[in-house]
T-cell receptor
Framework: NAGVTQTPKFQVLKTGQSMTLQCAQD?????MYWYRQDPGMGLRLIYY???????DKGEVPNGYNVSRLNKREFSLRLESAAPSQTSVYFC????????????FGPGTRLTVT | GENVEQHPSTLSVQEGDSAVIKCTYS??????FPWYKQELGKRPQLIID?????GEKKDQRIAVTLNKTAKHFSLHITETQPEDSAVYFC??????????FGSGTKLNVKP
């Protein structure tokens, strides 16, 4: 039982390049989330998916797109990376009903030069 | 939406002392308030949480209190130990789906 996994762990991009961050969970959770964490700041919600087939914007969605490929997988895409997107990205998942606890992946450290 | 403010941003205590971190939230619709501990280079880990129908919850040396009227909640750590040193984040669950985080408190426990 791996929990929440993310790939890659580290990535360096040049301005204008694109990439997709992958996230998968094996806990049969309905809800999945993407956050970014900048130095000295808390986590900010980029997008979330309350269930398979649905996605919705969070606090800072500009410059990102997401895909809920199936119940297990939720990917985050940067179409044209900018230096302002340099951050650590965390994926998380949460169960259904009265289960509120989030489980986080190990994070992806992204640098855009 | 929701806005979560967290204070202080840094906190230094002597080993064995207590530490208190406070958060306020803006939207009365928020109903779940978790606290996370994050060590350097690691993912956030849930340490305690509280729901809006409860005023206080305790787990060994850690406790959380919630004042719904004033819209604030606090983390209390007693008998602090050096391994408690980390960054602590509060959060609020808004509209059953969106989590909003505070900006974090860096706790330093001096041996």
């Amino acid at each position: 039982n791996a929990g929440v996994t993310q790939t890659p762990k580290f990535q360096v991009l040049k301005t204008g390049q694109s990439m997709t961050l992958q996230c998968a969970q094996d806990m049969n959770h309905n809800s999945m989330y993407w956050y970014r964490q900048d130095p000295g700041m808390g986590l900010r919600l980029i997008y979330y998916s309350a269930s398979e087939g649905t996605t919705d914007k969070g606090e800072v969605p500009n410059g990102y797109n997401v895909s809920r490929l199936n119940k297990r997988e939720f990917s985050l895409r940067l179409e044209s990376a900018a230096p302002s997107q340099t951050s650590v990205y965390f994926c998380a998942s949460r169960g259904t009903g009265k289960t509120y606890e989030q489980y986080f992946g190990p994070g992806t450290r992204l640098t855009v030069t | 939406g929701e806005n979560v403010e967290q204070h202080p941003s840094t906190l230094s205590v002597q080993e064995g002392d207590s530490a208190v971190i406070k958060c306020t939230y803006s939207d009365s619709a928020s109903n779940y308030f978790p606290w996370y501990k994050q060590e350097l280079g690691k993912r956030p880990q849930l340490i305690i949480d509280i729901r809006s129908n409860v005023g206080e919850k305790k787990d060994q040396r850690i406790a959380v209190t919630l004042n719904k009227t004033a819209k604030h909640f606090s983390l209390h750590i007693t008998e602090t130990q050096p391994e408690d040193s980390a960054v602590y984040f509060c959060a609020a669950l808004y509209n059953f789906n969106k989590f909003y985080f505070g900006s974090g408190t860096k706790l330093n426990v001096k041996p």
